[in-house]
């Protein structure tokens, strides 16, 4: 059973930094993409950021040039940097691991991040 892990959430300002990071407890070469989703109280979830096995990367809108995604293939570890912080990017983040050939997505159990104004 795949495991994620995520840690790095927290409570900042606005204007701010936080880092989120998730392990993964097999190779994330094996995903087809890893991501962040992110859900918001009474919000539906959505894609924050998504990073596919070769590398490539997309974004919302709303968080361009703000966050950035990366991978550490060594470590099994995505991470999520996010600066410029604003109150309305308050949510639980949640990492997601998928596999297309198998059209299955596996879901860490999230971490709260709060942006306060």
């Known amino acids: 059973q795949v495991q994620l892990v995520e840690s790095g959430g927290g409570l900042v300002q606005a204007g701010g930094s936080l880092r989120v990071s998730c392990a993964a407890s097999?190779?994330?070469?094996?995903?087809?993409?890893m991501g962040w989703y992110r859900q918001a109280p009474g919000k539906q979830r959505e894609l924050v950021a998504r990073?596919?096995?070769?590398?490539?990367?997309n974004y919302a809108d709303s968080v361009k040039g703000r966050f950035t995604i990366s991978r550490d293939n060594a470590k099994n570890l995505v991470s999520l940097q996010m600066n410029s912080l604003k109150p309305e990017d308050t949510a639980v983040y949640y990492c997601?691991?998928?596999?297309?050939?198998?059209?299955?997505?596996?879901w860490g159990q999230g971490t709260q991040v709060t942006v306060s104004s």
């Open positions: 997601a691991a998928e596999r297309r050939m198998s059209a299955t997505t596996y």
């Open positions: 097999e190779s994330i070469f094996s995903f087809t993409t």
């Open positions: 990073i596919t096995s070769g590398g490539s990367t």
